[in-house]
């Protein structure tokens, strides 16, 4: 298994910079990317639907020696984007990266979790079903990364940044 997080070649270099050893994160659709941030960070909660993918993907942290992840299968389609909801704390990222039909509703579960100044990370966010997370995300601070596709044309992974209300005084 090649070891990398396939998202814009310049969204890869921010997002590398970006992430700590501390920082904990979570992210829908497991794969290479589960491999690549889980040796950049503290701790990783990755969700997949696919059982036969879930099994390569944890036969691969074994592989790599990969030990701070929750790897969880969730094959119901109406509890999969909550399988994160368990977790009683904020995230530093979330990375929407997996059943593409759910990652409305994987934001919208999770946007929430994202610290103050934490990023949430969509990976093929030109794509017309992903609109109404630009909408719910309005008030964040948004980068858009191009990349070219080997077909043609272009697709982008975008980055947001979650606004910290506190340092205008509010709270
Ligand atoms: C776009 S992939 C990305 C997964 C991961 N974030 C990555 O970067 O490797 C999204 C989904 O494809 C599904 N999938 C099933 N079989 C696969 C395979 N052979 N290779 C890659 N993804 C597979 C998985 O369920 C996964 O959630």
Redesign the pocket.
């Known amino acids: 298994m090649l070891i990398n997080?396939?998202i814009a070649s310049d969204a890869k270099k921010w997002l590398e910079e970006w992430l700590e050893p501390s920082y904990c994160g979570c992210?829908f659709?497991?794969?290479?990317?589960t491999i690549w941030l889980a040796q950049r960070v503290k701790q990783l909660v990755s969700v997949?639907?696919?059982k036969a993918?879930y099994g390569i993907v944890n036969d691969a942290m074994e592989q790599f020696d990969i030990k701070n992840v929750d790897l969880i299968c969730e094959p119901s389609l109406i509890l999969y984007h909550k399988a994160v909801d368990k977790y009683n704390k904020t995230f530093d990222f979330v990375f929407i990266?997996?059943?593409k039909s759910k990652r409305v509703e994987c934001v919208n579960e999770t946007y929430k979790k994202v610290r103050p100044n934490g990023i949430l990370i969509l990976d093929d966010s030109h794509k017309p079903y992903h609109s109404s997370i630009f909408k719910l995300l309005n008030d964040w601070e948004r980068m858009d990364f191009k990349s070219p596709c080997k077909t043609g044309g272009y697709r982008y992974t975008s980055i947001w940044i979650k606004k910290d209300n506190t340092e205008n005084g509010n709270t």
């Open positions: 997080i396939k992210e659709g497991s794969g290479f990317s997949d639907h696919d993918w990266d997996g059943y």
